[in-house]
């Protein structure tokens, strides 16, 4: 299958620091992203949707603000979490999917980001 | 919003023994994943499901696209250790005006004693 990667793996940060989340698809042109946030024993939360050279789409309750999504290129999107606190600690997953509308989204490995 | 309800919630079995889940929805959906997730990692692809009726399997995996479009079960069947993980149902619809997303169930954590 195709192949998503992220980077870092994990993070640990300072309250009030940013954090830059990479992710990108390596064997195919993603023209959508997608990044999801997923809490400890929970399912995945859909934070944002990315289209490649266009503004995200945000989920309802998601700080666009605090959570920057770019997706400048095919195959490159990046989450930036911006003065982070606490509360912010999660596990981070994006997956990108190619050009037609049905194909199917290919998950990343994850970012680990805790916030001290 | 739409939700999917996936049951269930865990599972402990032995190995070799055959398992089964699945996920029913509020609505329709127009394809149907079946995701293995272990921890600290991404969800992995097992199947994915494009037509209503349709049966489709992956080694020792089958999955079916419920006819009403609104579930789908996956079986499991003799399972061994390394089934170990939480598998994830997710219903997606058609392309355009953000039906696209992918709606995910809660997740049934499997247990395999060897």
């Known amino acids: 299958g195709a192949v998503v990667s992220q980077h870092p793996s994990w993070v640990i940060c300072k309250s009030g620091t940013s954090v830059k989340i990479e992710c990108r698809s390596l064997?195919?042109?993603?023209?959508?992203m997608f990044w999801y946030r997923q809490f400890p024993k929970q399912s995945l939360m859909l934070m944002a949707t990315s289209n490649e050279g266009s503004k995200a789409t945000y989920e309802q309750g998601v700080e666009k603000d605090k959570f920057l999504i770019n997706h400048a290129s095919l195959t490159l999107s990046t989450l930036t979490v911006t003065s982070a606190h606490p509360e912010d600690s999660s596990f981070y997953i994006c997956s990108a999917r190619g050009r037609r509308g049905t194909d199917t989204q290919y998950f990343g490995p994850g970012t680990r980001l805790t916030v001290l | 919003g739409q939700q999917l309800n996936q049951s269930p919630q865990s599972m402990f079995i032995q190995e070799g023994e055959d398992v089964s889940m699945n996920c029913t929805s509020s609505?329709?959906?127009?394809?149907w994943l079946w995701y293995k997730q272990d921890p600290g990692e991404g969800p992995v692809l097992l199947i994915a499901l494009y037509k209503a009726g349709e049966l489709t399997s992956n080694g020792r995996l089958t999955a079916q696209f419920g006819i009403t479009r609104k579930d789908s079960f996956l079986n499991i069947s003799a399972s061994i250790p390394s089934d170990v993980g939480i598998y994830f149902c997710a219903g997606q619809g058609a392309p355009g005006g953000g039906s696209e997303k992918l709606v995910f169930g809660k997740g049934t954590k499997l247990t395999v004693n060897p």
């Open positions: 064997d195919f042109q993603a023209t959508t």
């Open positions: 609505s329709i959906f127009n394809t």
